[in-house]
């Protein structure tokens, strides 16, 4: 783990104008190293969909600086420096699972049979093998999203953000996709970004579980989850893996109070 | 194939019921030939004239597809250049949604002065007129109306504007521009017939039609109703094939067992 992947030094997102304003997200510092696992949680509405939006150059920042591999996160997102699977697939139904995760390759001069050498290399990677020719409704929600993740990977960006991607998905897919894709961080080494509102799927998946308040979103802690990798089934039955998960529910817990009082401090001066 | 009878079979068995019905109702309560003519005498009728009725048909079809060709072409082109360009769209759309609202149909007689009676392009003109708004209207609400996250997921990729209309917005707008050519195949027919009725070169059916009912011969008025009919259908028909082979992945082409 060598130098950060993102940067954010006192970002600020504010929605709106005049007395519609809303504070998305309220200075927000945050640092994430390369080949990290980093997932952000918190309650709905606190802007951890809008932070991973704002590392994406998916919307913009009011104030303070984000720098993805050292450059400016549009530049980031023009040098096609990161994949983003969003909660929906996002499959085109015209086309193919194989010409699906062939779509960003189009977008640089990658010849055709080069693209799908890659995209086959990618369906075995999600253990979608035998399903190329297959049309996207043709599949179930937990591998449709596995080609959106064969798809994101295909162009291997440096950074894979991840919007509450299993969210739609039911428990037992969860997990199993849970555990696919630590296989997929560990063959890949990619780093990636995950926003979840799941506190065991947060635990379970991360290196670092950053812990969000509610609006104004602020980031009131960092827990570095050390357990032991690679993490399996077991790791769900482990007593640190409990112990991290009360912990990071706690912390969102007491997230309201210490909101409550910033906001009395605030008040006072 | 007992499967297809099943399918096909309620419908044909109530088409020729109302057939009979009608044959039987006709001849029983004596309704006079020239309000309703029993379909044996139109199938009579058919018979005799076939030749014309084959001569006609085929030639208002000719003007059918002729303005459907020059219609949907300039539709197409309308609504691609309005996707395109807000300049173009706040310019045109209003325009073409008031121009709307004229009965297209009273321009035929100007279509005649304009393109001269006999020549069948003043008939096509009016078909293309007819066929414009829904085709135009149609392709440019499935140009516009693309799903947010698709575009987004295009601007991660830092997609070009031209690779999201070839890869998001073309693709998208397909079933919606084959709908309203199916909808305009029969608009068509509508159009090159009550153009006819304008007047101008005397073979093709709504010249067939309004000859044949002036000399109380009724039969053979109905019989080119039928053609008329027949052609219409055919043109939906060979659309919806085009729409199967073009678009085989949309909704209304998936089998039922492939999922």
Known sequence: MTGAVVRMRAVQKVFGGGADQTHALDVIDLEIPKGAFVSLIGPSGCGKSTLLRLIGDLTQATGGTIEVNGKSAHRARLDRDYGIVFQSPVLFDWRTVERNVELPLEMSAIDRRARAERARAMLALVELSGSEKRYPWQLSGGMQQRVAIARAL????????????????????????????????????????????????????????????ARPGRIIDVVEVDLPQPRNDLTREDERYFAFVTRVRERLRGGDSAQVAAKTRAAAM | MSAR?????PAVLVFVG????????????????????????????????????????????VEAVGGL?????????????????????????????????????????????????????????????????????????????????????????????????AKVRVPNALPYIFTAVKVSATLSLIGAIVAEYFGGAQSVLGQFIITEAAFFRFANAWAAIVVASAVSVAFFLIILAIERVAIPWHASARTRDAS
């Open chain 1, 154 to 213: 295909s162009f291997e960006p440096a950074l894979l953000l991840m919007d509450e991607p299993f969210g739609a998905l039911d428990e037992m897919t969860r997990e199993r996709l849970n555990l696919e894709l630590l296989g997929i961080w560990r063959k890949t080494g990619t780093t990636i970004v995950f926003v979840t509102h799941s506190i065991p799927e947060a635990v379970f998946l991360s290196t670092r579980v950053v812990v969000m308040s």
């Open chain 2, 18 to 61: 109302v057939l009979v019905l009608w044959e039987i109702v006709v001849s029983v309560f004596g309704i006079q030939q020239f309000l309703l003519p029993r379909p044996s005498a139109i199938a009579a009728a058919f018979a005799e004239r076939f030749d014309e009725l084959i001569t006609v048909g085929r030639n208002t079809l």
């Open chain 2, 69 to 165: 060709l020059i219609g949907g072409v300039a539709a197409l082109a309308f609504a691609f250049a309005t996707a395109r360009w807000a300049t173009a769209s706040r310019a045109l759309l209003p325009i073409a949604i008031a121009a709307n609202s004229v009965p297209i149909i009273a321009f035929a007689p100007i279509m005649n002065n304009w393109f001269g009676i006999l020549n069948p392009l003043s008939k096509m003109m009016v078909v293309a007129v007819l066929v414009f708004f829904p085709i135009m209207i149609n392709t440019l609400r499935g140009l516009t109306l693309v799903d947010q996250t698709s575009l987004e997921l295009m601007r991660s990729y830092a997609a070009s504007e031209r690779a999201v209309f």
């Open chain 2, 5 to 9: 009878l099943r399918y096909y079979g």
